[in-house]
């Protein structure tokens, strides 16, 4: 079988600990000894995918959405948005009065221009504890990007940004002051089914694991989908089995159920 395994909050905690339970290492270790594919179907970009993260050991990674996928060591797709359209999409984000980050699989991008809302303090307080810093700039001459996130407050034009963006991008929100956006044809659904077309494997022999809603693409796209104890009711009710939650060995409960 192949399992993909969302990060945040589902291999890693989403808390200050920003933890991961020795219990899912030693679980995804046991099930790539016995023959079974374990991959990270993430948003992050690949670049934001630490060491302890990636020694855990994968056979490979979808990153940004499914606009970056790399199986081994071979690169099965690298999506990036044409420059010349970033620059056009930085400019709204700019008239719309939003602080962005832009994550390309090498980098992140920042724009000096904008107005730092408040509650992108803190998000960039912790990816600083985690060792990455925001030091390229939309005015770089090699600015272009995967996908984006954009926090905003009662001062940003969300209405316009949304309505225009939503010509090329889909738009995942998070709580009530974050998107994340995601080009269309891009997203963790299509990033399984290339992985596993590329494996020669049915997504009915496909397991994926989430938590949250920008999961959803991945669990309604293999039978047997998982949500992680600590998800919401609606991530839940998406899924086919739902395990205990990370702090409870979720993971490695998840595994066990189906005998991998």
């Given at each position: 079988?192949?399992?993909?395994?969302d990060?945040?909050?589902?291999?890693?905690?989403?808390?200050?600990?920003?933890?991961?339970?020795?219990?899912?290492?030693?679980?995804?270790?046991?099930?790539?000894?016995?023959?079974?594919?374990?991959?990270?179907?993430?948003?992050?970009?690949?670049?934001?995918?630490?060491?302890?993260?990636?020694?855990?050991g994968?056979?490979?990674?979808?990153?940004?959405?499914?606009?970056?996928?790399?199986?081994?060591?071979e690169?099965l797709?690298?999506?990036?948005?044409?420059?010349?359209?970033?620059?056009r999409?930085?400019?709204?984000?700019?008239?719309?009065?939003?602080?962005?980050v832009?994550?390309?699989?090498?980098?992140?991008?920042?724009?000096?221009?904008?107005?730092m809302v408040?509650?992108?303090?803190?998000?960039?307080?912790?990816?600083?504890?985690?060792?990455?810093?925001?030091t390229?700039?939309?005015?770089?001459?090699?600015?272009?990007?995967?996908?984006?996130?954009?926090?905003?407050?009662?001062?940003?034009?969300?209405?316009?940004?949304?309505?225009?963006?939503?010509?090329?991008?889909d738009?995942?929100?998070?709580?009530?002051?974050?998107?994340?956006?995601?080009?269309?044809?891009?997203?963790?659904?299509?990033?399984?089914?290339?992985?596993?077309?590329?494996?020669?494997?049915?997504?009915?022999?496909?397991?994926?694991i989430?938590?949250?809603?920008?999961?959803?693409?991945m669990?309604?796209a293999?039978?047997?989908?998982?949500?992680m104890?600590?998800?919401?009711?609606?991530?839940?009710?998406?899924?086919?089995?739902?395990?205990?939650?990370?702090?409870?060995?979720?993971?490695?409960?998840?595994?066990?159920?189906?005998?991998?």
């Open positions: 079988m192949i399992v993909f395994f990060i945040d909050g589902t291999l890693v905690s989403s808390d200050e600990r920003y933890w991961i339970p020795q219990s899912a290492v030693e679980a995804i270790r046991a099930a790539r000894k016995k023959g079974h594919l374990m991959y990270l179907n993430t948003g992050r970009a690949m670049v934001d995918i630490e060491d302890r993260i990636r020694q855990i994968f056979d490979g990674y979808a990153c940004s959405c499914g606009a970056y996928i790399r199986c081994g060591q690169l797709l690298n999506r990036i948005v044409p420059p010349e359209r970033c620059r999409i930085a400019q709204l984000v700019l008239e719309c009065d939003m602080t962005p832009y994550e390309r699989f090498d980098t992140f991008f920042v724009d000096a221009r904008v107005r408040p509650c992108f303090l803190p998000v960039m307080k912790a990816y600083e504890q985690r060792g990455k810093f925001f390229k700039d939309v005015s770089d001459p090699d600015f272009s990007f995967h996908n984006f996130v954009v926090w905003y407050d009662e001062k940003s034009d969300v209405g316009r940004f949304t309505k225009e963006i939503g010509e090329t991008f738009c995942i929100p998070h709580g009530t002051e974050v998107l994340e956006m995601t080009e269309k044809g891009c997203s963790k659904a299509s990033a399984i089914a290339q992985i596993c077309a590329y494996h020669g494997i049915s997504t009915r022999d496909a397991v994926a989430g938590d949250s809603m920008n999961d959803a693409p669990l309604r293999v039978k047997n989908s998982v949500a104890g600590n998800s919401p009711l609606q991530v839940r009710q998406l899924s086919s089995f739902v395990t205990k939650g990370l702090y409870e060995d979720g993971i490695a409960y998840a595994l066990s159920h189906f005998g991998l």
